[in-house]
Structure formats: structure tokens, C-alpha cells
């Protein structure tokens, strides 16, 4: 397979390429340049495989730069972290299947893709004897799920900032607790805003950049999305036999409902993907009103959905308007107007695929407090407002729910809307009582570019 940009500029270039490429050099997203079908007899036969195999077999036609066992090991060593050994448990309650994808090292789903991601970037960079440094900012679930990604990891170091003290605190034992010599949380005396700017600013500088073999691991690598299309037909596989199903993605990025967007093209008979925002609403107002233009952020109970612009969102216009040219013109319109707008005709395309809607903070908290009582369920903030989306929309057909967060990563939205804390996982009890390694540092550019060349030299 190979890749190219959605920008047009950047074409036939193989997978591992694509992976460390990350962004196109033309500014675009890599994508695919074909879309591989799966047939109905291809999906029977896939139905029936372990979650490893099945990510073998569609990850594979991606990915013909690797050879077939050296991938197999690559997943084998990505899903063995999971405290589950089927991966994803999918669990109906009433009329709903919730697809719990975050029985991950850290508890939210961004393990499938950034364990997926840290193997492979190891044996990428041991086959051609590069280094990389990644660099990046966090508000929280990024953070920590990128450090188990890439912890104890040959040939390459991870340097992640975080807001001092405005980090849940779950997320910050997360992080901090990884003493691993390749690690290091940067706590910035600072917002989450002035660690992305650090950031940026530091990228920026081009040469430095080189010099330091700087890198990032953003969700606009086409791996994460890679690995993330395999639950798309994981969860259809555990709760349907043939008929079309919904699929209720709680989404900010456009990062995780894209993959099954893909899983869709691809041949997964999927009716509607049900698109579930938060308060920050870009994207419900886009599917609903063929509006996208971005308004000032708020902050909700599901801060990692807190997002007005969707990194991934560029794709999915590429396949929209299936032109480079297309992309480039509402890329630049949204540059400029900070809006995109859409024709009468580009929303029927856009409704055929998608339904979304847009959950209040006190919606949020009666669906997990409904549900609770429904089911004795506890539903982290992000997946109540999938829930509750598809309460509104979808009552007829059979729905899945993708479960993104576990709940005791949220607590307190839990115990605002049940009066009790769910239940932590061992694995995050135990962290309490492990060792921490941070480094406090100010908020300024010229020091965290002191840091990064003292370690690296
Ligand atoms: C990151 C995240 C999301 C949003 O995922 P996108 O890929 O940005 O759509 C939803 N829920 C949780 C718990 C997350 O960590």
C-alpha cells in the first residue's frame, strides 16, 4: 500500500515512511491510496478470529513495507499490555452494546493506537538506526497513554509537558510514576495552552528540530487510525450477525469516529455512525447544520473531548470531495474565516454517513446517574455522552457504543452524578505507592530547550 497526501503534494510513499513522516510535508494528513474491500465472505471468515488476529489480518493490507511476521510480533507485543487477553469486552445493557476499548495500561482508549504506535516506531527506528525525540504537551490522556507507548523503548526518549497541578490526579500518577530512563515530565508552571505553545514554538525552529531528531505523536498519525479501525469491526463482529449497526463515537479530534468512518468505506456494514460531542460542539453543528466554525473552547465534564479543531477532520474532507484541490481551498477558507461551509448537497452526503448530537454537562451527569440505576453501569463522562447521543437518535437500529475512558479516571463527574466513586482498577491503586520522577520547570521556552539539549547531549 502506499500513501499520499490529502493536500496532493506528497504521493506513493510507503507505510514505514508514512509513520515517521507523521504530518505531510506539504502541510496535508497521509492517507491511503487505495481503500482495501473487505468482501461479505472475507467478513464471515474474519469474524470469527481473536482480537490480535483480526488486527493482523487488516492492518496487514496497509502495510506491505513489513514483513508479515515481524507485524504479527509487533501486535502480539502492542495487545499483551492489556488487562484483558481478548482486549475489548463489548457488554449489552437494555437495547445498547458498550464496547469498553480502555482496558489499556492507562485506562482510556488512546492505548490501542499509542501501543500499536511505540512498537512500531522501535522497529522502525532499529532497522534504519535513527533516533527520535518526542516531544509533546498534554492535558492528560495523550500524556500518559503516549509514556506507556514508548516507556523502556530502544532508540528513542519522550519529553511530555503537563500543566503543573492542573492534571487530574489520576492522569499525573499516571505519568509521574514512570521512572523509566527514557522519560521525562516536564511539569510547567503554567496552562495546558502555554505547554502547547512551548511546544509549537520549539518545533518551530526548524533546525533545532533536526539537530534533535524531534518528533511528535499527534493523533494525525495514520498508524493510530490504523489501529484503531480494528475495534470497528472487533465490536460489529461481538454484536451483530450481518445486519447493519450504529456506532456511537464519542469523539473531539474526529480522530477515533474517522477509523470507523474507514471501517465503513471499507465494506463494515455500518448504518450510521452516531457522532457524540460534548458542549464544545463544532462537529454536531457540522452534521446537523452544515456548520463548522469554531467558537471559543468550555470546559466540560469529558475533557478530552475540550477540542474546537479537529486535527483529524482533513481527512475525512479529502473523501468528501475526493480532491486535493478541495481540501487545499476549505483548508485556507478555514484559515481565513475560521469557518468551513458546506452546500446543500455535500450535507446529504455527510447525513448518509453520520448523525450526531450534542450532550449538555447536566446531561451528562443524569445519563450516567439513569444508567447507573438501569444497569448498576458506571459510564465515564465521555462515553454518557455517546449513551445519551444515542438515546436521542437512534432508538430503531442495533447500537454500539464505544466506552472510551474507564470511570475511575473521572471520579469526580461520577461522584457528582451517583454520590459514590466507582471502583479503581488495581493497577491504578497500586501507582499511589510507587516512586515519582518529574522535573518542575518555568514557563518559558529558552528553559525547556535548556533541558531537552542537556539531556540529549
Ligand atoms: C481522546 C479521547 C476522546 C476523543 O477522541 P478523538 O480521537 O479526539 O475523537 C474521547 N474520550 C476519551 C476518554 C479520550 O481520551
Not at 14 to 24: P, R, Y
Not at 251 to 267: E, R
Amino acid at each position: 500500500m502506499l500513501y499520499k497526501s490529502t493536500r496532493g503534494k506528497v504521493k506513493n510513499i510507503q507505510f514505514k515512511e508514512a509513520v515517521m513522516m507523521g504530518l505531510a510535508e506539504d502541510g496535508g494528513l497521509l492517507i491511503p491510496q487505495e481503500i482495501p474491500h473487505i468482501s461479505s465472505s472475507e467478513l464471515i471468515k474474519l469474524s470469527s478470529l481473536s482480537y490480535q488476529e483480526l488486527a493482523f489480518e487488516l492492518i496487514s493490507k496497509f502495510t506491505d513495507d513489513i514483513k508479515r511476521d515481524t507485524l504479527k510480533d509487533i501486535i502480539n507485543k502492542s495487545y499483551s499490555t492489556f488487562e484483558i487477553s481478548d482486549v475489548i469486552p463489548v457488554v449489552k445493557k437494555g437495547d445498547i452494546y458498550i464496547a469498553e476499548i480502555f482496558h489499556g495500561p492507562t485506562y482510556a482508549f488512546k492505548d490501542i493506537a499509542l501501543q500499536f504506535l511505540g512498537n512500531l516506531f522501535e522497529y522502525i527506528l532499529e532497522e534504519t538506526g535513527q533516533k527520535l525525540n518526542i516531544l509533546g504537551a498534554t492535558s492528560g490522556d495523550t500524556g500518559s497513554a503516549a509514556i506507556y507507548g514508548v516507556r523502556g523503548k530502544k532508540n528513542i526518549n519522550i519529553f511530555i509537558l503537563h500543566p503543573k497541578g492542573k492534571v487530574s490526579p489520576i492522569q499525573e500518577l499516571q505519568m509521574t510514576t514512570v521512572t523509566d530512563s527514557n522519560v521525562f515530565n516536564l511539569a510547567v508552571d503554567g496552562t495546558f495552552d502555554d505547554c502547547q505553545f512551548i511546544v509549537k514554538k520549539i518545533f518551530s525552529d526548524v533546525d533545532f528540530k533536526k539537530q534533535y531528531s524531534l518528533g511528535a505523536v499527534n493523533s494525525i498519525n495514520w498508524a493510530r487510525i490504523l489501529a484503531q479501525i480494528v475495534y470497528y469491526f472487533h465490536c460489529y463482529f461481538k454484536a451483530a450477525k450481518g445486519e447493519k449497526v450504529n456506532i456511537v463515537v464519542p469523539t473531539g479530534n474526529f480522530g477515533n469516529i474517522f477509523a470507523g468512518y474507514f471501517a465503513k468505506l471499507m465494506g463494515l456494514p455500518i448504518n450510521k455512525l452516531i457522532l457524540a460531542t460534548n458542549e464544545n460542539n463544532i462537529l454536531s453543528r457540522f452534521v446537523n447544520n452544515g456548520d463548522y466554525s469554531i467558537k471559543s473552547v468550555c470546559e466540560t465534564y469529558s475533557p478530552s473531548m475540550d477540542i474546537q479543531i479537529a486535527s483529524n477532520f482533513e481527512r475525512y474532507l479529502f473523501y468528501l470531495y475526493n480532491s486535493p484541490e478541495k481540501v487545499v481551498e476549505k483548508m485556507n477558507e478555514l484559515k481565513t474565516n475560521k469557518k468551513i461551509s458546506f452546500t446543500e448537497e455535500d450535507m446529504k452526503i455527510v447525513k448518509d454517513d453520520f448523525a450526531s448530537y450534542s450532550t449538555s454537562n447536566d446531561e451528562t451527569l443524569s445519563t450516567i446517574k439513569s444508567f447507573y440505576e438501569s444497569f448498576n453501569y458506571i459510564l465515564d463522562p465521555h462515553t454518557a455522552c455517546g449513551v445519551n447521543a444515542a438515546n436521542k437518535l437512534g432508538k430503531i437500529e442495533l447500537n454500539i457504543c464505544l466506552a472510551t475512558a474507564h470511570p475511575a479516571k473521572f471520579y469526580d463527574a461520577i461522584y457528582k452524578a451517583i454520590g459514590k466513586f466507582p471502583e479503581e482498577p488495581e493497577n491504578i491503586k497500586k501507582l499511589k505507592e510507587l516512586p515519582k520522577k518529574l522535573y518542575e520547570i518555568e514557563n518559558d521556552t529558552e528553559k525547556v530547550k535548556d533541558f531537552l539539549i542537556e539531556k540529549l547531549s
